[in-house]
């Protein structure tokens, strides 16, 4: 069975519809390139409530991967590590590598440890710090059964360091091996409700094949939709040459329909 | 208690980390406007099991609204209609008005109703059918207990057209009674792409705020928009005074990139 991943993303401004949730994104590519299956990106309000449900019910269904973003700053909304602790039922505590770290980093700006900073080091029990390369609130790593639970900055740039740096690496045990080919058609002049028949019909020819339609609006009156097909599979030639296939019969029926196609690889 | 409301965005796509989910972020802000706390935005594959069980869960937990997004079309992959009645324990029925609906638009351009089209008539057997102005597939409005259900289209165009001219006025007998307080303000001599990360900025410090901008063409080769700002609130003076720092906030910012400005109450 393919592994699962849960993304969290944390944040007032987010369910307040102030900002677009980017790093759902972002993540939810990288877990899928890696061979996880996202089954939910959710955005949480800085609620307790809320983010120890969500927690809870991923540590319930055994999913094996969860990744947070946000909520792990100096200031007193940035309550993540104290959701994490409550959910897996431990205390917090100053975690020595963690001080280390946080210390680290404002001494080297020539700056104190105040109480605010000192409470980026409070972390579960038996957690791991994650270092942070590009600010000062390191990361959470703990496991709890079958749960991977990774706690990561909401700052895009120090979230995308820290996975790049540290997680993809953390979380190679737990991925499968797997081999993965994408390719985009742009097919013009047909509309989606002529298309779905055509997908239909070379789905049921090829099982391990993943094809969806963009409708992209219309240009000059005429329907313009982006088919992305995905193939994946433990073989690489076999994951090529089923995409090669797909690719070609697709073409063909979509012609045949009266379509203007182009690929985009 | 503030209603609460829940955002379900339906496609792999979304899971796969192929595109961003800006339509939970617009349904978000214009649901926090209209005075419900929204608690989660939750971005899910097509897949029945985790959307039944999302449905679920906010069913047992009495959320007042839940708006999904996605998975309404003509496509082998488009089954919300489905999981909403497997979620509620209710027969998919054709649906007389929906069908209508549906082969309204499709005859109106010369087109058959095919057995692909008229699956976008079968909606959950106490549904009602949601006209879309915009493209071809219906949405669904259905209670259930405490929870309205609203099910509309992925495409950003169909779904904000069908909130704005239909879902708006389902839902204000579910909001609280909020005060609401709005203001125009002529722009000219700069265009909307210097405009828009103005507004982003305006927005992220304020949550309960709405700004729209209507570009009014060119007069005498300078460009005209018209801005829309509208505030709400639980109460009376802070709104006003809310809105009056946005104008204030949004006036200097405009003026120090060269616009030139005047007001409208």
Known sequence: MVPRAWILSIGNELVLGQIV????????????????????????????????????????KGIEVVISTGGLGPTYDDRTSEFIAKAIGEELKLNDEALRMVEEKYRSK?????????????????????????????????????????????????????????????????????ERVEAWIHVEDIPESTLAPIIDKVLRRYPRVYIKSHPK????????????????GFNKDEVAKTLNSVVENLEEELIRAGAKISKEN
Not at 49 to 59: F, G, H, I, K
Not at 217 to 232: H, N, Q, R, S
């Open 217 to 232: 609006g219309e240009e000059l009156g005429k329907p313009m939709i982006k088919l992305y097909v995905l193939v994946t």
């Open 21 to 60: 949730n980017t790093n759902g994104t972002w993540l939810a590519r990288k877990l899928t390139l890696m061979g996880f299956e996202v089954k939910r990106i959710v955005s949480l309000p800085d609620s307790e409530q809320e983010v120890v449900e969500v927690l809870s019910d991923a540590l319930r």
């Open 110 to 178: 020539g700056l104190e440890i105040t109480e605010h900073r000192r409470k980026m080091a409070l972390l579960p029990r038996t957690a791991k710090p994650i270092p942070n390369p590009v600010g000062t609130a390191p990361g959470i790593l703990v496991e709890r059964g079958n749960t991977l639970i990774i706690a990561l900055p909401g700052v895009p740039r120090e979230m995308q360091a820290m996975f790049e740096e540290y997680v993809e690496e953390i979380l190679k045990n737990k991925a499968p091996r797997i």
